[in-house]
T-cell receptor, first 114, second 113 residues
Framework: DGGITQSPKYLFRKEGQNVTLSCEQNLNHDAMYWYRQDPGQGLRLIYYSQIVNDFQKGDIAEGYSVSREKKESFPLTVTSAQKNPTAFYLC?????????????FGPGTRLTVL | AQTVTQSQPEMSVQEAETVTLSCTYD???????LFWYKQPPSRQMILVIRQEAYKQQNATENRFSVNFQKAAKSFSLKISDSQLGDAAMYFCAYRSPDQKLVFGQGTRLTINP
């Protein structure tokens, strides 16, 4: 089955610790995205990558870091510099060849910082 | 910067009835895409329908249709014959030429049996 996986589904961390969220896709998509969703709000773009070894900041990149060493993987690290990291995080990917270029989403990771 | 506004935080409808969710957006671009996503309690984002700005014909997917008014920058979603499974958060999204999605704040839709 082709798709996007995010792990873990729930993640708990102590304040001040860095934590890395996993995002893997086997759709052979070129572009990948990380979004943050807070209660009652829409999604906000954190980082995105159009191609391997390249990525750009989104609207709320402060306190986050990413890497794109492989086409299939786009991990997100929430650093201790992120002032309010508790949120729901969604990863998405997009092919560069489909006419609509729609983004497909993973199931998300709920991060709670204690 | 592009913005997307959903002015209805919550809506409710009787099962089998029709409901319309509103969305307005702001952009200076002439060619772009608009989407409606559904987020059920599982929180998985599911694409409901999409519209290309250069197409005047409104998109339709089974019970879901849009009313796209380009000049007014309006993109409403109509759900006909509402079903219990339609209950979810609905997000309107604008895709910019650089392929980034901008989301509205969402509308929570409740279906009353």
């Amino acid at each position: 089955d082709g798709g996007i996986t995010q792990s873990p589904k729930y993640l708990f961390r102590k304040e001040g610790q860095n934590v890395t969220l996993s995002c893997e896709q086997n759709l052979n998509h070129d572009a990948m995205y990380w979004y943050r969703q807070d209660p009652g709000q829409g999604l906000r773009l954190i980082y995105y990558s159009q191609i391997v070894n390249d990525f750009q900041k989104g609207d709320i990149a402060e306190g986050y870091s990413v890497s794109r060493e492989k086409k299939e993987s786009f991990p997100l690290t929430v650093t201790s510099a992120q002032k309010n990291p508790t949120a729901f995080y969604l990863c998405a990917s997009r092919t560069g060849t489909d006419f609509y270029n729609e983004q497909f989403f993973g199931p998300g990771t709920r991060l709670t910082v204690l | 910067a592009q913005t997307v506004t959903q002015s209805q935080p919550e809506m409710s409808v009787q099962e089998a009835e029709t409901v319309t969710l509103s969305c307005t957006y702001d952009t200076s671009e002439s060619d772009y895409y608009l989407f409606w996503y559904k987020q059920p309690p599982s929180r998985q984002m599911i694409l409901v329908i999409r519209q290309e700005a250069y197409k005047q014909q409104n998109a339709t997917e089974n019970r879901f249709s849009v009313n796209f008014q380009k000049a007014a920058k309006s993109f409403s979603l109509k759900i006909s014959d509402s079903q219990l499974g339609d209950a979810a958060m609905y997000f309107c999204a604008y895709r910019s030429p650089d392929q980034k999605l901008v989301f509205g704040q969402g509308t929570r839709l409740t279906i009353n049996p």
